[in-house]
C-alpha cells in the first residue's frame, strides 16, 4: 500500500529537506549492499489485490470509506478512486504449497471485503476495468479525500491545464475528455512480489521485464473503457497516459515517463533504477524524515529509508525494485504491477504461478538477457501483448519471432513447470494452475476475449445489459473454481433474463446518434431524418456541447408558420428545442417514464458531465417494458395455478 502521511510540495524547505533525505537514504542502501546487510537465503512473495466496489446496478460504488470501516482490518486500505479497494496479504516462503495457501487467503479477503460491502447494499467485484464505468463515475467528487491522492492529481493535471483528453485506438476508438486523473482510478490491478537477493536483484529484475509481456497476453482482462472496447488490456495504455507528466520540451526530447516499462536494461545493480528515478522524476509528495539512516546505521539498527520508498513509490514502472523490512530484517524485492485483477481468484494465482515458475526456471539464463534481446523488442512486446492478448506477435530471445500463445505452449509453460516443481510446488498443485494456463491458452479465451466475444454479436443498444450482466457474471464466480475459459459467453436473452438485465437508462439508450449543429440548414436535418427514419436529432457544437434537440414537432411548426415560406434558408438554431429533456445514464427506467411524461416529450436525451452519451426514445421504454411483460405474465401465471 501506498505512504498515506504526506505533505504536498508547497513548501519549499519541507521539499529541499525531503530530497536531502532520499539521497541519504540511497547512499544509506548502498552501504548497506556493500556490508551485506541485506538478507538473503530467503524467498518471500507478497500479493496486492486492488478491486471494485460496485452498487446494487452495477455500477461503481463510492463508498470505500464506510467499507473499510465496517472491514476494520489494517490489510485493507483505500486506492485513488472512492469506488476501489486494495488488500495486502502476508508474506510468505515461495515454494511448496504457497499456491494453494495464496489462493485460500485471497478467497478470504475477497469474502471479508464482499461482507462489509453488502452491508451497505454494495458488492466487490474483481475485474481489470468495470464494464459498467461512466464517465460520470470518474469526477473530482470520487477522489479519495487523502492528502496522497491530493497531490496525484494536482500534478497531473498541473501540466494538462483545466482538462486533458484521453486517445485510445482499439477495436473502438476512444477519445474522453477529463478534468481530473480519477479515470486512472478505472484500474485495478493484481500486483505480487518477490524477494530476491542483491547480487541477483539486477538480472531477475531484468527476467521479470522479458516475461511480462506473455503473461499479460495471457492474463488480460480489460477490453472495455467507458462504454469502448479497446485494447485487451486497456489498463496499461490507460495508466501511462493519463500520469503523462512530461511537459512538451521532454516530449521532444524523450524524456523517460513516469509510468512504463523503463529505458534500459539493468547493467549491474537496481541501484541504478533507484538513481534514475531520483534523477529522472521531481518528487510530487514529501514526507517528514523518519530517522538518520546513518546514525540509524552506527547505532545497530535497520533504517527505513522512508523518503526513498515513498519517492519510489511515485513512479509507476510495471516492474519495480523495492526495499522493505520484514522481521527487522531489511531485504529487496521487485514488485510486478502489469497485470489485471481477476475474473476469478484461481484465474489470479494460475498467473502468478506461471510468473514464479518462470523466475525460477529461467534465472540462470537471466544475466545473459541484455545480450539476446533489445530492450525495446521487450518493451515493444508489452504493449503488444497488451493491445492484442494471446494474437501478439512477440520478439523473444535470440531474435525469434512468435506469437505469444505459441510462446507459451511450446516454451513457457512447461519451463514454468520446471520451475515449480524445482521449487517443491506438489505436482497436483502444479498441474491444476498451469493446466488453467494451457487450457487458456489452448482455446484462446482470456477474461478479455470473454467479454469481447460476448459483445462482438450483440446490438449496439444491448451491449449496455450485456456488460451488466458480465458484472453479475464475475461476482457470481469470482471465488468458485471454474476460471473463465469455462465460463459460457454472455448472450442477450429473451423473456425474463432480458428483462431483468435492462434496469437502468444506460441498459437501452441508443449511443449511435447522428447529431446536427446550429448553423446547419434545416434541410439537411430533415435528410438526415428521413435518410435514418428517426424523429429525434440533437444539436451539438463544433467543440460537442449540446444546445438543443431538433424533432419532426418542430418541423411541423415550421411547415405551418411563416418559415417554410422563406426564400432564405433556415437554420437549426432558429426552429429547435433549446432546452431539451435530459436524464443519467444510472437512472432507474422507472424514472426515465416519468420525465417523458412530464415533459411531454418523444425522447429523452441522456446526458453526464455535460456530455452527450446517447438518446432514449418512447419506443426504446416501450420496447423495455415489453420486455418485462414475460416475466410478469410468468409470475402471474404460477400464482394462478
Known amino acids: 500500500m501506498g505512504e498515506h502521511r504526506v505533505h504536498d510540495t508547497s513548501d519549499e524547505q519541507r521539499t529541499r529537506t525531503f530530497v536531502r533525505a532520499m539521497l541519504d537514504d540511497i547512499r544509506a542502501l548502498e552501504v548497506m549492499i556493500e556490508r551485506d546487510m541485506i538478507e538473503r537465503g530467503v524467498r518471500r512473495v507478497g500479493v496486492e489485490q486492488e478491486m471494485y466496489i460496485v452498487d446494487a446496478n452495477d455500477y461503481p460504488a463510492p463508498v470505500s470509506d464506510q467499507v473499510l470501516e465496517n472491514i476494520a482490518d489494517p490489510r485493507f486500505g483505500t486506492e485513488l478512486a472512492r469506488f476501489n479497494l486494495e488488500a495486502n496479504l502476508d508474506p510468505q516462503p515461495l515454494g511448496g504449497e504457497f499456491l494453494r495457501v495464496m489462493e485460500s487467503g485471497l478467497g478470504s479477503a475477497l469474502q471479508q471485503a464482499d461482507r462489509a460491502a453488502n452491508t451497505i447494499g454494495a458488492r466487490i467485484v474483481l475485474t481489470g476495468i468495470l464494464p459498467t464505468l461512466q464517465d460520470e463515475h470518474v469526477t473530482l467528487a470520487n477522489l479519495t479525500p487523502e492528502v496522497r491522492y491530493q497531490c496525484l492529481n494536482d500534478t497531473c493535471m498541473a501540466v494538462r491545464g483545466e482538462r486533458f483528453t484521453l486517445v485510445i485506438d482499439g477495436v473502438d476508438h476512444f477519445e474522453s475528455s477529463h478534468d481530473c486523473a480519477v479515470v486512472e482510478g478505472a484500474s485495478t490491478s493484481f500486483q505480487f512480489h518477490l524477494q530476491v537477493a542483491p547480487e541477483e536483484a539486477g538480472p531477475l529484475y531484468n527476467l521479470s521485464q522479458l516475461i511480462t509481456a506473455p503473461i499479460l497476453a495471457a492474463a488480460a482482462n480489460s ?5 469502448r472496447r479497446v485494447w485487451h488490456e486497456t489498463r496499461v495504455a490507460l495508466f501511462e497516459r493519463t500520469f ?36 529522472r522524476h521531481h518528487v510530487i509528495m514529501v514526507r517528514d524524515p523518519v530517522d538518520d539512516p546513518f546514525q540509524t546505521l552506527n547505532e545497530g539498527k535497520i533504517p527505513e529509508l522512508s523518503a526513498l520508498t515513498l519517492h519510489n513509490g511515485t513512479v509507476w514502472r510495471w516492474n519495480r525494485p523495492c526495499y522493505g523490512i520484514t522481521d527487522g530484517k531489511p531485504h529487496l524485492r521487485i514488485e510486478n504491477r502489469a497485470l489485471p485483477a481477476g475474473p476469478t481468484i484461481v484465474d489470479q494465482v494460475a498467473n502468478v504461478a506461471l510468473y514464479y515458475g518462470l523466475m525460477q526456471s529461467m534465472a540462470t539464463d537471466a544475466i545473459s538477457i541484455p545480450e539476446r534481446i533489445a530492450f525495446e523488442d521487450a518493451r515493444l512486446n508489452l504493449f503488444a501483448a497488451a493491445q492484442n492478448g494471446l494474437a501478439a506477435r512477440l520478439t523473444w530471445l535470440d ?16 519451463a514454468a513447470r520446471e520451475g515449480l516443481a524445482a521449487l517443491q510446488v506438489p505436482a497436483e498443485d502444479i498441474d491444476y494452475y498451469l493446466g488453467i494456463i494451457e487450457e487458456r491458452v489452448s482455446c484462446g479465451r482470456t477474461g478479455a476475449r470473454w467479454l469481447l466475444d460476448s459483445l462482438a454479436s450483440t446490438p449496439e443498444d444491448q451491449r449496455a445489459a450485456i456488460c451488466r450482466q458480465a458484472v453479475q457474471e464475475v461476482h457470481q464466480r469470482q471465488g468458485d473454481s471454474i476460471p473463465v475459459h469455462r465460463w459460457d459467453l454472455v448472450r442477450p436473452e429473451a423473456g425474463t433474463a432480458a428483462g431483468q438485465s435492462m ?24 435528410s438526415m431524418m428521413d435518410w435514418r427514419h428517426v424523429r429525434h436529432v440533437p444539436v451539438e457544437t463544433v467543440k460537442g456541447e449540446l444546445v438543443g434537440l431538433l424533432s419532426t414537432r418542430e418541423l411541423l411548426h415550421l411547415r405551418a408558420g411563416d418559415m417554410f415560406t422563406r426564400e432564405q434558408p433556415v437554420p437549426v438554431s432558429e426552429i429547435m428545442q433549446h432546452d431539451p429533456a435530459t436524464i443519467s445514464p444510472n437512472a432507474d427506467l422507472g424514472e426515465a417514464f416519468e420525465r417523458i411524461l412530464e415533459n411531454d416529450a418523444g425522447c429523452l436525451l441522456v446526458v453526464a458531465r455535460g456530455q452527450l452519451l446517447g438518446i432514449v426514445t418512447e419506443r426504446d421504454l416501450l420496447e423495455a417494458a415489453v420486455a418485462l411483460l414475460p416475466a410478469t405474465r410468468t409470475k402471474s401465471e404460477t400464482s394462478t395455478e
Open 223 to 227: 477490453p472495455v473503457l467507458l462504454n
Open 503 to 526: 434496469k437502468t437508462v444506460g441498459d437501452i439508450m441508443t449511443t449511435n446518434l447522428f447529431t446536427a449543429r446550429p448553423e446547419d440548414l434545416v434541410d439537411l436535418a430533415t
Open 399 to 414: 531474435e525469434q519471432r512468435t506469437g505469444a500463445g505459441e510462446l507459451l505452449q511450446r516454451q513457457l509453460i512447461p
Open 244 to 279: 503523462e507528466y512530461r511537459s512538451a520540451s521532454q516530449l521532444a526530447r524523450e524524456f523517460p515517463t513516469r509510468v512504463g516499462f523503463g529505458e534500459a536494461w539493468v547493467a549491474d545493480s537496481v541501484m541504478e533504477i533507484f538513481r534514475e528515478n531520483a534523477m
